[in-house]
């Protein structure tokens, strides 16, 4: 692998310049939303100056170019993540529409009263509410594969659960509060073995570790843009086309239709049968850029860097006699949770803040892990290849401050 230079990429993010209360902003909330390198944010800008105009309608020169453009950000997405076709690429608003999509048109398709959607204990409240309410439409049952003190899934129970009533199991592939690296591609076999459909929640692992859609033989897979150096408001669903044909279209409007009478609709050809209305166009211009600078640094690079990062920031917080971590699972990246004493862990994030050190507290969207863990939140820092080791060092005096001021 090649080593990435730190120092030079951190120039290229206009918001790793800037200090906050004073202090040289240390970001590790990147599970939340990664910043964006300048190249991101040029590319929007110059949609909106140079050709600003919607795509996929018009006859004119603006609207030809915006549309070029467009299209040419999905062949982006189809060659990183290794689609086989280019059609099997939507666009969405992100993780949460992707998932939302998935559920309600699958749901609406091949769910039946008696039916199971199988989730993890670990999943993001957007990989469960959406099965929740599918089930709930169609009568179906939810199943939840659960997890060890570590946070592993439980592999011999998800076999034991893995019955003829499943129809989807839908999974994390990193777990945004523990780090957990989970064997999506292990639960993939098992489960076509029976026929059953994968979704692979993405948001945490597109931006850490090389996805491979056909190397996994996912059947779903969904990401955002803006926790991938892209901006808010893009997201994909990669979908096998087997499936997305057989699926009905999940919003009405234009682009997704081939002909209209108040009699009768034809829906359009994948994808625009799935993409429905104007599209965050810029956004997806931007999600085009993010791609281009992810591969110019390299994914196994960017993935190298940041295991010895993580490893770096693990042992450097273990010095603290007081920290607990939640999450220790054998197979992690990115996001470590923890806990340091008795303190809350708002009050912990609130004196860190002080020190222009940006990390999350609370149950980032993830309340049964709090349940599980029988614990109201944790402070959870989550690394990117632009963090140095100067920063973690500046995190554990922060929070071994913390420790003095709460007890
Ligand atoms: N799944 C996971 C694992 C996540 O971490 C997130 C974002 N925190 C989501 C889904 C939802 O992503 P978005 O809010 O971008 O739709």
């Given at each position: 692998a090649r080593k990435l230079d730190i120092e030079r990429l951190r120039s290229e993010f206009p918001i790793l310049q800037t200090t906050v209360y004073g202090k040289p902003l240390v970001y590790l909330d990147n599970a939340a939303t990664t910043q964006k390198p300048a190249s991101v944010i040029k590319v929007m800008n110059d949609y909106y100056t140079e050709y600003n105009s919607n795509i996929h309608r018009g006859v004119h020169y603006l609207s030809q170019k915006a549309t070029a453009e467009y299209e040419i950000v999905r062949k982006k997405v189809q060659n990183f993540i290794n689609?086989?076709?280019?059609?099997e690429v939507i666009f969405t608003r992100g993780t949460t529409e992707s998932i939302n999509l998935v559920a309600s048109c699958f749901g609406r398709k091949f769910l039946k009263e008696g039916d199971s959607v199988m989730i993890t204990a670990m999943e993001h409240h957007s990989n469960i509410v959406p099965w929740q309410m599918a089930c709930e439409e169609h009568g179906a049952k939810l199943k939840v594969i659960p997890i060890n003190d570590k946070g592993e899934l439980l592999m011999d129970e998800f076999e034991q659960l893995l019955d003829e009533t499943v129809k989807l199991i839908s999974v994390t592939y990193?777990?945004?509060?523990?780090g957990t690296v989970n064997p999506v591609k292990k639960i993939i076999e098992a489960a076509h073995k029976q026929g059953v459909a994968v979704l692979v929640d993405a948001a945490q692992a597109i931006q850490h570790i090389p996805v491979d859609v056909q190397e996994l033989d996912a059947d779903f897979v969904a990401f955002s843009g803006h926790k991938m150096y892209g901006p808010t408001g893009v997201g994909i669903l990669y979908g096998k086309e087997e499936w997305l044909n057989q699926m009905p279209p999940y919003q009405g409007g234009g682009d997704m239709i081939k002909t209209v009478t108040f009699e009768k609709t034809t829906y359009n050809d994948l994808p625009l049968k799935f993409e429905a209305g104007t599209p965050s166009i810029a956004e997806g211009m931007g999600l085009g850029a993010a791609i281009d600078y992810m591969e110019h640094l390299g994914v196994h690079n960017i993935a190298e860097a940041e295991g010895q990062l993580f490893s770096y920031a693990i042992d450097a917080l273990q010095e603290i006699d007081e920290i607990r971590f939640i999450g220790e699972a054998t197979e992690r990246a990115a996001s470590i949770s923890f806990l340091v004493g008795k303190a809350h862990p708002f009050d912990v994030g609130e004196i860190l803040d002080k020190y222009g050190i940006a990390v999350r507290t609370g149950h980032h969207c993830t309340e049964p892990i709090m349940n599980f863990f029988g614990i109201p939140g944790t402070v959870r820092a989550s690394l990117s290849f632009y963090n140095t080791t100067e920063e973690i060092d500046k995190l554990v005096t922060a929070v071994k401050k913390a420790v003095t001021m709460l007890s």
């Open positions: 689609a086989k076709h280019l059609h990193v777990s945004n509060t523990l």
